[in-house]
């Protein structure tokens, strides 16, 4: 039964609003967390590239999302299942305003959540509608944020800031948009269907994650892919990012339940015990096949459990937590090998972790999820999964995967070839630029010394002169940058020989 009460009636709680303020702002971290992981996994010369990208992610989202994108994702006059309107179109008409989707927080506490992320799913009932507006807006945007940054993963070392930019404000607009609409609005078809997704396995993670794919795919493999297996440039980068991320992700889940109460302690526990279980997963695989315990492998079995438990995070027990904790990373990692079949160069496995992630995620929480466990929420109630013997859940859950999966690939490549097909916004670098490195090529910064980057033991470089083996080249020139595009490939065809 639904309790009805008279929203003049209602009072926020401000224990609530603080709480999920507080989640915000670990949610925050998490976006340098991500730029430290990609810039630690990828090779020197690109390393800067992936943090500035992260940081510029939640820069242009945050406006998009105060101009129209919180309105799109969450208007609650629209009467459309596919999208919102312009009610709240620039913060307008929000006020103190209380939501309808969260109790106790106002809507502008809700809405920077989400900005940087997430919201409830479909088959639950709130029976309280005391979460003001103004709050909503605060906590959605973060979860916004976050999102295009994680993509950038797949295309390090070969791809162009500028129509980055651009695609951010674009990819949000029609992908994320609609679909954090579908899954977590009121009025969206898959809320009204009952798919769950407590913290955005399928708006963040899925989308992402074959966003990522779709980039990879579009902009081609990096020009030396063939030469041999890259390592990672600065494996502490990745162990910082890392903790981060683990750090952050407990605002992510555990906020996602908009009160301060025992359903956000259980989301909390089972972030915790699902990302433990999700490295030790991954690191002793690899260790099984190389006999070495590796840390990079330790911390992408966190990401991995993480992404796992993150849409039911709220829903499932904590030995489910377990559970999904080793089935996630396990299958993220041998995933991981799919690009190769695939023929596509996702430079930091983006598909893998947060795509297949994301998948396994959703269809283990329709399996694992709890009515006894979400009666601990402030008035919800769902029928739970298979658990429950709600034999329709997992069906639900997989066709709210397929469905965004669908979207998200569809939307993405016209997004990339509308983008590419300008002269001015290329997507990809040229093959100097790239050989060079995009740190120099793009930003004229570098995080460290280039002649490392360039691994020639005569390679310096003062200003915008760069000197290698002796001979000068000015960095910018189209004229000199075809004349170190010979002698820089001669050098990887030197390598690629000795290999």
């Known amino acids: 039964m639904t309790l009805s009460i008279r ?21 925050f971290l998490m976006i340098p967390g991500i730029g430290f992981f990609y810039s630690g996994m990828s090779r020197s010369k690109s390393s800067l590239t992936l943090i500035i990208l992260c940081v510029l992610s939640l820069s242009v989202v945050s406006i998009q999302w105060t101009l129209f994108g919180y309105s799109l994702s969450f208007s609650d006059t629209s009467k459309n299942p596919m999208i919102g309107n312009f009610r709240y179109a620039l913060l307008l008409n929000v006020d103190d305003k209380l939501s309808n989707l ?27 509608n005391s979460f003001k507006l103004t709050h909503s807006i605060c906590a959605y945007s973060m979860f916004a944020g976050i999102t295009p940054a994680i993509t950038m993963g797949s295309v390090a070392e070969r791809i162009r800031i500028i129509p980055c930019i651009i695609y951010f404000f674009i990819w949000t607009t ?29 708006v963040v993670h899925i989308t ?50 908009y009160a301060a109460d025992t359903r956000a302690g259980y989301a909390l526990y089972t972030t915790n015990i699902s990302a433990a279980a999700g490295g030790m997963t991954m690191m002793m695989i690899s260790y099984s096949r190389t006999q070495k315990l590796s840390l990079v492998q330790f911390c992408s079995g966190v990401v991995a459990g993480l992404v796992g438990i993150t849409p039911a995070a709220g829903f499932v027990d904590f030995w489910a937590a377990i559970v999904i904790g080793i089935v996630t990373p396990a299958t993220c990692y041998f995933a991981s090998t799919l690009k190769h079949k695939m023929g596509v160069d996702d430079s930091l496995d983006v598909f893998a972790l947060h795509g297949i992630g994301g998948t396994v995620g959703s269809v283990l929480t329709g399996i694992f999820a709890s009515s006894s466990v979400v009666k601990h929420g402030s008035g919800t109630i769902i029928k739970g999964g298979w658990i429950n013997r709600n034999w329709i859940q997992v069906p639900i859950q997989l066709l709210s995967c397929v469905s965004v999966i669908a979207w998200t690939i569809v939307v993405t490549f016209a997004i990339l070839y509308i983008i590419d097909s300008t002269k001015i916004f290329k997507l990809r670098l040229e093959k100097s630029q790239e050989l060079l490195g995009v740190d120099i090529s793009e930003m004229g910064e570098y995080g ?52």
Request: with cysteine; proline share 3%.
């Open 7 to 27: 929203q003049d009636q209602i009072q926020a709680s401000a224990g609530d609003t603080a709480w999920v303020m507080i989640a915000s702002a670990l949610v």
């Open 448 to 499: 460290y010394d280039l002649a490392n980057i360039i691994e020639s033991d005569q390679t310096s470089c003062v200003g915008s002169q760069l000197s290698v083996n002796g001979k000068i080249y000015e960095l910018g020139k189209p004229n000199e940058h075809q004349s170190l595009e010979v002698d820089l490939s001669t050098k990887v065809e030197k390598q690629n020989n000795q290999n």
């Open 208 to 257: 992402s994650g074959f966003s990522a794919l779709c980039f990879a795919h579009f902009v081609g493999k990096r020009k030396d892919y063939d030469v041999g297996e890259t390592k990672p440039s600065n494996i502490l980068n990745v162990a910082i990012g890392a903790v981060l991320i683990w750090f952050g992700w407990f605002g992510f889940n555990a906020g996602s339940s």
């Open 174 to 202: 029609f992908v994320y948009d609609p679909v954090a609409y579908w899954n977590w609005s009121e009025k969206g078809w898959l809320y009204k269907l009952g798919a769950l997704d407590f913290a955005g396995g399928t």
């Open 102 to 128: 969260a109790p106790t927080i106002p809507v502008i506490v809700f809405s920077s959540f989400q900005w940087q992320v997430h919201l409830i799913p479909s088959n639950i009932y709130l029976c309280f």
